[in-house]
């Protein structure tokens, strides 16, 4: 494939819920263009987008593929997304690299909750936007249905850019509201607009050129001066309009039957903007302050890498180049490292396949091979101007964590480094071991993420592990102020041990942790047996004494105590600082502590009281409720004890329409009337542990 300069590129992200129909379209485009010798079906697996062993086997995308596509002297980077909502971290890092979006919305399904959550997403990065209505030819194909439901649904003006001949088996073609002609059949010819449609052309036209005129000063002058506007004027005043957020052309297509596709692909050539039209990329300089510079080739090398893809082989990092020209062969610096890393050969990619090229010039997308330590949301700069980082994907919090366990000790050795890759490849996963439980846990954000997660480690990393539903890591503190005497006395024959000590536990912020101080006076107790108590108390502190958990809120104080001058060991006051803390606690009113998450929940207005009503029975405290759009809005503070298994009871009580997020908030107390029986059950089990 040749070099593109900035103007010829348009980078587009196609995305849209799961099963509306963006793969289909892109291997029709790659068929058509005579990208691939066969027309991939997502169903065979046979897709050139969907290359991924999981992919193939669930007949459905779970990563972002690219597809450059050549059109009369204009590179289109489309990066098709995956559409299931636990893969939103791809949709994420693709809108972050792209100029437009095409959202695609199924004919007959209309606009669904994974419609809602990547318009959201596209509009927050304020890029502009056409909706792709999809799959036309399908059967029960109304187009009065699916407007409105796009008009209910999605905020935006929407203007008709086609109108489409025909819908469902009958669907054959669009008239193009531009040019005022039919295109029809599997090439796009163009014809006479049929006699029955050319008042409704002749009304939506009007409709077009009045929002495109809105879009320019000029225009609009004109327009209010009666004068015609030519169609060069029209894109013109439509692209800018689309670029300001003001308006959303709609376009029609069924990709299987190949009819509408070159029609579109002209448009998303003429409307959607080239990455130097949609202004300066902001960036930070070496003292972290913000700066910006035009996509263009003269300006400061600034190349993101926005995604990794990890195999057996080594890793693959994917690039988009906001500034300067990223050269094969060369070295650049790493912002984040702070160090140089050597740029291999570059590759434009085609799903799994990848061509080389001597270059990429700025708003360009390519890969590079084995890119030593950077991942990620790195920044590539030159090594003479280390000075450009740019911001990070914003990606949402997980929200479904499992318990991993090795099945063997070989996977014991590789556990480490088996979810470190994972999560380089895919950032919306985290890993961590919990102290409190000894549990590895991984988190994510879906069960299917999670499942999928679990088999690339067997398939690509060779490491097996088993899941379970993770332990919650209580804390345990205090709610008064105690004392307590100890004496650890010990006569074996030989040297005895003693050591006497008097404690005092104190509660305090339970952010602070634990905390030790000594209020010893004339030399009771030596300092390296302070230390040792001290250890004691630690030691006693990190498995807590209600249920095993570490005590957090709590300072200990030695306040008085006795040695021996013969038998007073370090040992001797390690263990009566122990079991004085232990006791000191028992009368300090000990109580759990539970962790809890803010969790905010999205859903159709219709199922508000089944929302609230299930809230309730978590232990939730509703911290608010809005109004957004048909969406009622639920935020509410709840114990992550009730929340385990919500993804699937979210799905289940909203037939998949419902979704949430949940960040860590802090820790509160376990009610009273539950807390016997809770440390009763939390004690059982970790007999039957040992």
């Not at 910006?292 to 990890?310: C, G, M, N, W």
């Not at 954000?445 to 067997?458: F, P, Q, S, Y």
């Not at 101080?517 to 009771?524: R, S």
């Not at 998949?656 to 016997?676: A, C, D, I, T």
Request: aromatic fraction near 6%.
């Amino acid at each position: 494939m040749k070099e593109y300069t900035t103007e010829q590129i348009r980078n587009i992200a196609l995305v849209g819920h799961n099963g509306s129909g963006k793969t289909t379209f892109v291997e029709r485009l790659l068929f058509n263009n005579k990208v691939t010798t066969r027309l991939g079906s997502v169903q065979n697996g046979t897709a050139a987008m969907d290359f991924e062993e999981e992919e193939i086997n669930r007949h459905s995308s779970i990563s972002t593929a690219i597809a450059p596509i050549e059109w009369h002297g204009t590179k289109i980077n489309f990066l098709d997304t995956p559409g299931y909502m636990d893969f939103i971290g791809e949709v994420n890092a693709a809108l972050t690299v792209s100029d437009g979006a095409l959202v695609f919305v199924e004919a007959v399904a209309g606009v669904e909750v994974g419609t809602e959550v990547v318009w959201h997403a596209a509009g927050e990065r304020k890029l502009p936007r056409m909706i792709v209505i999809n799959k036309m030819d399908r059967e029960n194909v109304r187009v009065t249905r699916v407007m409105e439901s796009i008009e209910q649904n999605l905020d935006g003006r929407f203007i008709n850019v086609q109108l489409p001949i025909g819908e469902g088996p009958t669907f054959k073609g669009v008239v193009d509201l531009i040019q005022m002609e039919a295109r029809l059949g599997a090439n796009g010819d163009k014809a006479t607009i049929p006699a029955e449609m050319v008042d409704a052309a002749e009304e939506a036209r009007q409709q077009l050129i009045e929002a495109a005129a809105e879009g320019d000063d000029a225009l609009i002058e004109k327009f209010f001066a009666d004068e015609p506007l030519t169609s060069e004027e029209i894109i013109t005043g439509l692209k800018a309009g689309m670029i300001q957020g003001a308006v959303v052309p709609i376009l029609y297509c069924a990709p299987e039957p190949n009819i509408a596709v070159n029609p579109l692909l002209e448009l998303c050539v003429a409307l959607m903007p080239a990455p130097n039209e949609r202004g300066e990329f902001a960036a930070l300089n070496e003292k972290d302050e913000p700066v910006s510079y035009p996509v263009s080739d003269d300006s400061p090398l600034a190349a993101f890498i926005f995604k990794t893809r990890e195999d057996n082989y080594g890793k693959t990092s994917y690039i988009r180049v906001f500034g300067g020209v990223l050269n094969s062969d060369s070295r650049v610096w790493a912002a984040r490292l702070g160090q140089e890393v050597r740029v291999g050969g570059l590759q434009v990619v085609c799903g799994k396949e990848q061509h080389p090229i001597g270059k990429l010039h700025a708003g360009d997308i390519g890969a590079v091979i084995k890119l030593g330590d950077a991942g990620t949301n790195d920044t590539l700069c030159t090594a003479s101007n280390k000075v450009v980082k740019l911001p990070p994907i914003k990606q949402p919090h997980p929200i479904v964590s499992v318990a991993v366990q090795p099945v063997s000790q070989s996977d014991v050795a590789k556990l480490t480094q088996t979810l470190t890759r994972l999560v380089a490849e895919d950032p919306t996963l985290s890993w961590h071991t919990e102290t409190a439980t000894h549990e590895t846990i991984l988190s994510g954000m879906g069960t299917t993420h999670l499942d999928i997660a679990v088999k690339k480690a067997i398939s690509k990393f060779g490491t097996h592990f088993t899941t379970s539903i993770p332990k919650i890591p209580y804390r345990e503190t205090i709610t008064k102020t105690a004392e307590a005497e100890y004496t650890h006395k010990k006569q074996t024959g030989g040297a005895g041990q003693y050591g006497r000590v008097f404690l005092r536990v104190e509660s305090i912020d339970d952010n602070l942790g634990f905390e030790f101080g000594e209020e010893i006076f004339g030399g009771a107790i030596s300092a390296p047996f302070i230390a040792a108590t001290e250890k004691g108390c630690r030691q006693a502190a990190e498995s807590g004494v209600l249920a095993g958990y570490p005590m957090v809120g709590v300072r200990a104080i030695v306040f008085d105590g006795k040695m021996h001058p013969v038998d007073s060991k370090e040992i001797a006051f390690q263990i009566a600082g122990r079991e004085g803390f232990k006791k000191a606690v028992m009368n300090a009113g000990p109580v759990l502590l539970e962790p809890i998450y803010i969790v905010t929940v999205t859903v159709p207005a219709d199922y508000m009281g089944d929302i609230m009503g299930d809230m309730n029975s978590r232990r939730a405290k509703v911290l608010g409720m809005d109004q957004e759009g048909t969406k009622s809005v639920v935020r509410a503070e709840v114990p992550l004890a009730e929340m385990q298994t919500y993804a699937q009871d979210l799905r289940s009580m909203t037939q998949g329409r419902g979704v949430f997020s949940m960040e860590f908030s802090g820790y509160g107390r376990v009610p009273p009337h539950l807390q016997n029986e809770l440390v009763a059950k939390l004690r059982a089990e970790q007999e039957e542990e040992k």
